[in-house]
């Protein structure tokens, strides 16, 4: 399943933020919620995708520094997380000060993620998308 679309929603004071409905069946069998570094965003991910991002950091071995610093960066930032019956997460703390999160906020589908923004910030980096749009598009391409 690929995440796609631009939500918005509005987190309450608990934190609690309700993911967009086509996507929960994707979240019933556990979410991690974990920083979007170096973004600043949230991304939500699958527990099977999760998973899978999971190998990519621990692709380095950890007998070397930057393998240790690798995997510090994203597994002690991230937090698995439930969908309550309303189809909701509650987003820890640390991770809504990381972001700027509180209340109304932007969820935009990343393919493998879903990512929460501070609406904001969001503006700014859909701006950046738009100026860079067309080169990064040409990078894509098939080659011959």
């Known amino acids: ?14 934190g609690r933020l309700p993911v967009p409905p ?3 069946d994707a ?4 979410a991690v919620l974990t920083q979007g570094s170096p973004d600043s965003c949230l991304r939500l991910y699958p527990l099977p ?14 007998t070397r520094r930057k393998g240790r610093m690798i995997r510090r960066a994203f597994f002690a930032r991230s937090f698995e997380v439930e969908l309550d019956r309303q189809g909701r997460i509650l987003v820890p703390a640390r991770l809504r000060e990381f972001a700027g999160l509180e209340g ?3 969820v935009v589908g990343a393919a493998e993620c879903l990512e929460i ?6 503006a700014s980096e859909n701006e950046l998308l738009e100026e860079q749009l ?6 894509v391409e098939p080659k011959e």
């Open 1 to 14: 399943m690929h995440f796609h679309g631009e939500y918005t929603y509005s987190m309450d004071g608990r």
């Open 49 to 62: 995708t999760y998973e899978q991002q999971a190998a990519l950091y621990t692709s380095e071995p950890p």
């Open 22 to 24: 086509r996507f929960r």
């Open 27 to 30: 979240f019933v069998r556990g």
């Open 104 to 106: 109304n906020v932007v």
């Open 134 to 139: 067309e080169s990064m598009l040409e990078s």
């Open 117 to 122: 923004w501070e609406p904001d910030r969001w």
